[in-house]
C-alpha cells in the first residue's frame, strides 16, 4: 500500500508537471466523475495546485473544484509527456489528464491515475463536510506538523482508548496521517516496543521517540525528487542506513530472519481487524502486558512473509 511518503512524492511530481497549467483534455471511465465533468467540464480550467494530506492525494483546479484520490492498495498516479505510450492498459486508467505546454516549451504532460479505487470530485464546500480527508490527524509529512503536537495526539488518544494496540493506532490515519504497514512495524521498533502492547503501557520517552523517528524517516524517504526536475519513482523505501537493496529495512518483510540489531528471529503476527502483518524483534521490542492481559509475549504466526512489491512509477 502507497505510505505518506508516497503520495507525496507524487504530488510533488504532479505539481510540478500540472500547476499552473490549462487542462486540455480530460477523460474517466469512472460515471460519477463524468457527470460532473459534463456538468462543469474540466478542459479549460487551470491547476492551482497539488497537495498530499496523508495518504490522500488533492488536485485543486480553477473555479472551485478538487479531485480528490485515495490509492488504497492498488491504486497509481503516473506521469507522460503528451503522447507517450501508457505503460499499463488503458482499461485500468481511472482518470487522465493533460496540460498544455508551459511558456518555452513545446511539450505538454499527461497524468494518469491507474486502478485508484476513490476518486471524488469536491468543491472547498463539501471537502469541508467530507466523512474522513478533514478528519485526519496531523499529517507528518505537513510544514506545519511538530513532534510535540505528534506526542500530544498519540498521548491524547492513548487516555481516551487505553487498551488499544500501539501498532493499531499508528495506522489510525486520524491520530497521525502518513503511516502505513512498513512503518507501523519500523516505528515501534526504533524505540524498542512490542507493537501489540496496549497504549496504557507506552511510556512518554517511547511516544516521543515513535513520533519523531516517524518524521524523520518519512521526511528522509521523500529527499529523491525535491528538486526541479520531475521524478516519478525514488526506489525502495528505506529506515536503515545501508544502500543496499536488501537491508534497507530493520523488521518489515524479514519474518524467520535474524535480527540486524540482537540476532533473535524477527516474527510476524496478524494484526487489528484488517489483519494486517506486524513485524517485530522479540529480543529488541520486549512484552509489557496492560493490566489484566498475559505476562505471555505474543507468538508469531506462520505464514510466510514477503517484502513490499517494488512499483515501476513511484506516483
Known amino acids: 500500500m502507497p505510505e505518506g511518503d508516497t503520495i507525496y512524492r507524487a504530488a510533488r511530481a504532479l505539481g510540478k508537471a500540472l500547476t499552473g497549467k490549462v487542462v486540455t483534455r480530460f477523460e474517466t471511465n469512472l460515471a460519477p466523475i463524468a457527470r460532473v465533468d459534463d456538468d462543469s467540464p474540466l478542459v479549460g480550467r487551470v491547476v492551482e495546485k497539488v497537495e498530499s494530506r496523508g495518504k490522500w492525494c488533492l488536485l485543486w483546479f480553477s473555479g472551485d473544484l478538487i ?36 511558456e518555452g516549451s513545446v511539450e505538454g504532460w499527461e497524468a494518469v491515475a491507474f486502478n485508484v479505487p476513490i476518486v471524488e470530485f469536491h468543491t472547498a464546500r463539501s471537502l469541508e463536510r467530507s466523512s474522513q480527508v478533514p478528519k ?14 505528534g506526542i500530544a495526539r498519540l498521548e491524547a488518544y492513548g487516555a481516551e482508548h487505553p487498551e488499544a494496540e500501539i501498532g493499531v493506532v499508528l495506522l489510525n490515519q486520524r491520530v497521525l496521517a502518513g503511516l502505513g504497514n512498513v512503518y507501523k512495524s519500523e516505528v515501534p521498533f526504533a524505540a524498542g516496543v512490542n507493537p501489540f502492547r496496549a497504549m496504557r503501557t507506552i511510556t512518554a520517552r517511547e511516544r516521543e521517540i515513535m513520533v519523531d ?67 517485530w524483534c522479540p529480543g529488541c521490542q520486549p512484552w509489557v502486558p496492560s493490566e489484566g492481559q498475559s505476562a505471555a509475549a505474543p507468538v508469531g504466526g506462520q505464514v510466510k512473509a514477503s517484502g513490499p512489491r517494488r512499483r515501476k512509477v513511484g506516483c
Open 136 to 149: 485526519l490527524g496531523p499529517d507528518l509529512l505537513s510544514d506545519a506538523f511538530t513532534v510535540e503536537g
Open 213 to 279: 523517528r516517524s518524521q524523520q524517516w518519512l521526511k528522509a524517504n521523500v529527499l529523491d525528487g525535491s528538486g526541479d526536475g520531475i521524478v516519478t519513482y525514488s526506489g525502495n523505501r528505506r529506515t536503515t542506513h545501508s544502500m543496499r537493496r536488501e537491508d534497507r529495512l530493520w523488521v518489515y518483510g524479514r519474518q524467520g530472519q535474524e535480527c540486524r540489531r540482537c540476532g533473535a528471529a524477527v516474527m510476524m503476527r496478524k494484526q487489528g481487524e484488517q489483519a494486517r502483518s506486524t513485524y
Open 67 to 102: 479531485l480528490v484520490t485515495h490509492m488504497l492498495m492498488s491504486g497509481s498516479w503516473h506521469i507522460y509527456r503528451t503522447g507517450e505510450t501508457w505503460w499499463m492498459s488503458k482499461s485500468r486508467m481511472r482518470v487522465a489528464i493533460r496540460v498544455g505546454a508551459a
